[in-house]
């Protein structure tokens, strides 16, 4: 089974800085692509930022040269580091696996969740 399993986050100061972890098991000596998504109450899960196992990446424009999404060098560890913190961000933070391939090939394109974690920025 995929487990994806968060860490990091929590508070910090406008203007400050939070690193979020995102580990992902399940599949053995396979890659990632990867997505981190956040959502407020009340509001759709929107999309912040993604990498492909190529290394590729997008971010939504809001967070564009702000934060920075990496992975491990195994493919299986995401991070989401994030700067110059706006109260605005404040949020529940998902990763999500959005393609798994092994071998080079596309094995499970199932979208896994990780459990969230909080982000609270204040001014």
């Known amino acids: 089974a995929v487990h994806l399993v968060q860490s990091g986050g929590g508070s910090a100061q406008a203007g400050g800085s939070l690193r979020l972890s995102c580990a992902a098991s399940?599949?053995?000596?396979?890659?990632?692509?990867m997505s981190w998504y956040r959502q407020v109450p009340g509001k759709e899960r929107d999309f912040v930022s993604s990498?492909?196992?190529?290394?590729?990446?997008t971010y939504a424009d809001g967070v564009k040269g702000r934060f920075t999404i990496s992975q491990n060098n195994d493919k299986n560890t995401l991070y989401l580091q994030m700067n110059t913190l706006k109260p605005e961000d404040t949020a529940m933070y998902y990763c999500?696996?959005?393609?798994?391939?092994?071998?080079?090939?596309?094995?499970?394109?199932?979208?896994?969740w990780g459990q969230g974690t909080q982000v609270t920025v204040s001014s």
């Open positions: 999500r696996i959005d393609r798994v391939y092994c071998g080079g090939a596309l094995v499970d394109s199932t979208n896994y």
């Open positions: 399940g599949y053995s000596y396979c890659t990632h692509d």
């Open positions: 990498i492909d196992s190529d290394g590729a990446t």
